[in-house]
């Protein structure tokens, strides 16, 4: 579970103010997350973005 008021002090951080507790709270409860199925396939190409090149790649 997502804390929502880390996620308000997070957008405060970004220049995101005055933004309402509750409307945070309330997002956060009815956002739908991606489905279980496609978590690994995101999650690898996450990590193939942030793979650097191999040094003897041309």
Partial sequence: MTDHLLLL???EELGYRN???EA???LV????FPDD?????VGEI?????RPPAANAE
Avoid at 37 to 41: E, F, K, P
Wanted: hydrophobic share 35%; net charge positive; no cysteine.
């Fill in 46 to 50: 996450v990590r193939a973005r942030r």
């Fill in 9 to 11: 002090l997070r957008l």
């Fill in 37 to 41: 199925r496609y978590d690994n396939d």
């Fill in 19 to 21: 933004i309402p507790p």
């Fill in 24 to 26: 945070v709270r309330r």
């Fill in 29 to 32: 409860w009815t956002i739908e």
